[in-house]
């Protein structure tokens, strides 16, 4: 028999019932609310940029603000405008190494909505989806689509990219396979070779699959942050290494993070056009397309390459400067014997950092016996906010985390390695 308070209980759908909110956004409320008691506190939580710091380039707002004066306020094409399209054609042609038509690119507000609709393209209720872990949000996606998840647990030895052999055994029972590179949240990249091995793995097996007329494995390759490689590393993609990859690779894509325009929202998917053809009809009653002024905007923006080029090599220089001088930071603290180290940066905002400060006592007699206690210890004493890798998935013991420099002035970087210093003093 129900009782009273389950009867007054308001009931929603059990995906929503059950919904988990951005872990994320969460520890970011947490440190907002410091620094609103009035508490300096280094944030370096959120994959975004601070537009004071780091302003879109010059030409592209001048472009929206001409697109709104054009009065470019009513409906978009549902695919995306067409001279976007165009220039992101262009785009991956000349500076990715990626050949796509018009009618294999569809726009969309960001990549959020282009990876929501791949998923919904390809992803039937009770699929298996592999994703390695630490990755954005693949675990949430694999959820809203009532999916079954295949959690690939990577290691520092290997930069926390996913290797073929981890793999393998689970493709023949998935649908997608949900890979990032450089990889949110490590700043990490695939090397030629690994990625080389996992496109053969995918390609044998759909040739099984097409023997026995089996839906094809598809690869979500989410690229969002390829420009943004510092010193020699290269980005690589499955289509470039491999050309028969094209036929069951969706890309994700956009501005949002080379051009430091996260809240412009222009992304875009590209890949073979039965599928796009799908995601557009998805997407059409979504209604998740680009604002049309942005769109004008970006399409003129990017029509001129050379602008595109040195906005990045400013941008690049600015990023990079950061976190090799977080990591040099954290290498002298190493040196110096704290338990603490990182990865040497490769590309996107971010550093991979690790507090081993597990079973360490503070100066109160406090034993740090977990990870959220070591997070909280780091923002209450060092007053430095950054995001445990449990966030993007993996297990709760793991000492690694995610430091985001888009939204620190360069200053910063000694003010946070010198409370990071007097923290690790005080612990036993």
């Known amino acids: 028999m129900n009782t009273k308070n389950e009867l007054s209980t308001p009931r929603v759908s059990k995906l929503a019932e059950h919904i988990i909110g951005s872990e994320i956004i969460k520890l970011a409320a947490e440190v907002n609310e410091k620094i609103k008691q009035g508490e300096k506190v280094y944030n370096l939580t959120i994959g975004d940029f601070n537009p004071k710091v780091f302003p879109i380039p010059i030409e592209l707002k001048q472009f929206i603000q001409e697109a709104y004066e054009d009065d470019q306020t009513n409906y978009p094409a549902a695919d995306g405008m067409l001279e976007l399209r165009q220039a992101v054609s262009q785009l991956l042609s000349k500076r990715g190494d990626l050949e796509y038509a018009t009618d294999e690119i569809v726009i969309t507000g960001g990549a959020r909505p282009a990876i929501y609709a791949i998923f919904k393209a390809i992803v039937d209720p009770g699929d298996a989806v592999i994703f390695p872990v630490p990755s954005w949000n693949n675990n949430h996606y694999t959820y809203l689509n009532n999916a079954r998840p295949i959690l690939i647990e990577t290691s520092p030895e290997n930069n926390f990219m996913p290797r073929a052999e981890e793999i393998a055994p689970f493709l023949p029972e998935a649908s997608l396979l949900a890979l990032c590179s450089p990889l949110n949240p490590t700043g990490t990249v695939f090397s030629k070779e690994d990625l080389e091995q996992i496109c053969d793995l995918v390609l044998a097996e759909n040739n099984k699959r097409t023997l026995s007329g089996m839906k094809p494995l598809y690869v979500m390759y989410d690229q969002i942050y ?129 507090f081993a400060l597990h079973g360490l006592k503070t100066e109160s007699g406090k034993v740090l016996e977990t990870t959220q206690d070591v997070t909280k210890y780091i923002l209450d004493e060092a007053k430095v906010a950054i995001v445990p890798f449990y966030a993007f998935g993996s297990s709760d013991d793991s000492n690694w985390y995610r430091l985001s420099v888009g939204t620190c002035k360069l200053e910063d970087v000694d003010g946070v390695i010198s409370n990071l210093k007097a923290a690790l003093e005080k612990l036993k």
């Open 226 to 354: 390829w420009p943004l490689t510092h010193g020699s590393i290269e980005h690589y993609n499955p289509v470039s290494l491999r050309p028969e990859m094209r036929e069951y690779t969706l890309f994700v894509d956009g501005i949002s993070k080379s051009l430091a325009a996260t809240g412009v929202r222009v992304g875009w998917t590209m890949g073979p056009k039965f599928v796009i053809n799908k995601i557009k009809s998805i997407l059409t009653h979504v209604g998740a397309w680009a604002p049309k002024a942005e769109q004008v905007a970006t399409a003129n923006y990017l029509n001129e390459l050379s602008q595109y080029d040195k906005y990045l090599n400013h941008i690049k220089s600015e990023i990079n400067a950061r976190l090799v001088g977080f990591y040099n930071g954290i290498q002298s603290l190493k040196s110096a014997g704290h338990r603490i180290d990182a990865i040497a940066p490769e590309a996107a905002i971010y550093l991979t950092v690790q």
